[in-house]
């Protein structure tokens, strides 16, 4: 059984191929057990934000899980293999060190990425398919990610994608205080946005969401008000600003409905941000004259900017990756010989049990006990000692001197002195 990282992300894949992998939080433990069901997986976790769709896998080979990712999205193979990457082993883990870490983020050292990679991991365990390797992987994940994030800066002055959100508003927008901000969705990501822009004290801030008092419960933190998505056709052109990021498998936001939008606002300028996988606008809305629409990819191009003054953090953040990688390899290769170590103490165990046993019954029988204690030292001693001893005198020639070596060096004898 191997270890397999495979997927695609921001670094591989544009967001209209991103998008079309993309999982369904509330379908993820049956896809997690699709996936494990008479396939070659025995094991096996799901990675799926905006960004990337990951798939962790302890399984015989990675062909499978491919497979199954084209097949679960109704895709043929080769639309999205040129985009796939397969990790085994030593690559694998690395790679989830290095995405929990931050560093392998379209925003170098973005917090929010080892949050989804801890979700993921309580959802494999609630579905059933985090066995005992994924499970110890995932735990010295999180483990290399905060020893990262602690001794190393590589969250120091972070440009997050909610900030970079506010700096693409303000680019159209000077003063963002004059605007009024619709955010769609009510997740983490729209969370984050909120508190940006109510750094900027705008004019209004409003939540629409699904479930109404979901979105009023996070309007409510920055003194905004909420509306269901129903709504959103008949009120879009109050807004200046669209802050969009749901899991809505369909588009919120349609050409015709931003058309008419515009129409209504007189041709004054609207910022559309859709932090969406899938999105959550129509990307044809961008050729409108008095719309700036704004994708994720967009936003990474922004941030790019701040890498250089990261660069000496990432370098140490890579030398303890590297270490710790060593670590878990180190534990994985000693994992083959656990069966061999518990048959050899279940020998030893059942030698033991029965020079007891056969001295409890001498004991019985009112035997000299300082006798029976000498018997049943030589016993057991007689006994472990037999199997080295017999198989050194069954060899022969060069086998007979490597075997010596061998038992030499397990039992720490020196036979020259």
């Not at 379209?106 to 985090?130: D, F």
Request: charged letters at 25%.
């Amino acid at each position: 059984m191997q270890l397999y990282a495979l997927g695609l992300n921001h670094h591989t894949a544009p967001l209209a191929v991103r998008e079309q992998v993309a999982f369904d939080p509330m379908r993820l433990p049956e896809a997690l057990v699709e996936l494990t069901h008479g396939r070659e997986v025995r094991e096996a976790a799901i990675l799926s934000t905006c960004n990337r769709t990951e798939l962790y896998c302890a399984a015989e080979a990675p062909e499978a899980a491919a497979q199954w990712l084209a097949e679960y999205h109704q895709l043929q193979p080769q639309k999205i293999s040129p985009y796939l990457y397969t990790l085994p082993s030593r690559d694998a883990v690395r790679h989830m060190f290095r995405v929990a870490s931050g560093l392998d983020s379209m925003v170098l050292g973005e917090p929010q990425i080892l949050g989804q990679m801890k979700q993921a991991a309580r959802v494999a365990e609630n579905a059933g398919t985090l066995g005992t390797l994924l499970h110890k992987l995932f735990q010295k994940t999180f483990a290399v990610a905060k020893e990262v994030r602690s001794t190393t800066a590589i969250g120091a002055n972070i440009v997050s994608m909610a900030a970079a959100t506010v700096h693409l508003a303000e680019r159209i927008f000077e003063n963002v205080a004059e605007q009024k901000v619709l955010f769609i969705g009510a997740g983490e990501m729209v969370e984050l946005c909120a508190a940006h822009f109510a750094a900027r004290q705008p004019k209004k801030m409003t939540v629409a969401n699904r479930t109404l008092e979901r979105g009023a419960a996070v309007a409510a933190r920055f003194s905004g008000d909420a509306m269901r998505l129903d709504e959103i056709g008949g009120r879009l052109a109050e807004y200046d600003v669209i802050v969009s990021c749901t899991a809505s498998p369909l588009p919120i936001i349609g050409l015709g409905m931003a058309e008419r939008a515009i129409k209504a606002r007189r041709h004054r300028p609207m910022v559309m941000v859709d932090l969406a996988v899938p999105r959550d606008i129509e990307p044809e809305i961008a050729k409108l004259d008095d719309v700036f629409l704004y994708t994720l990819d967009d936003l990474g191009a922004i941030v790019e900017s701040g890498l250089e003054s990261r660069e000496k953090a990432v370098v140490e953040a890579e030398a303890i990756i590297a270490s710790r990688v060593d670590g878990f390899l180190h534990w994985l290769d000693a994992r083959e010989t656990v069966p061999t170590i518990r048959a050899l103490r279940d020998t030893a165990e059942r030698t033991r049990r029965h020079e007891v046993e056969h001295a409890l019954k001498l004991l019985a029988k009112g035997e000299d006990p300082q006798r029976v204690l000498e018997a049943l030292s030589h016993g057991l001693t007689n006994k472990l000692m037999h199997g080295p001893t017999a198989a050194l005198n069954q060899s022969e020639g060069k086998s007979r001197g490597e075997l010596a070596e061998l038992i030499a060096r397990l039992y720490h004898l020196h036979p020259e002195e």
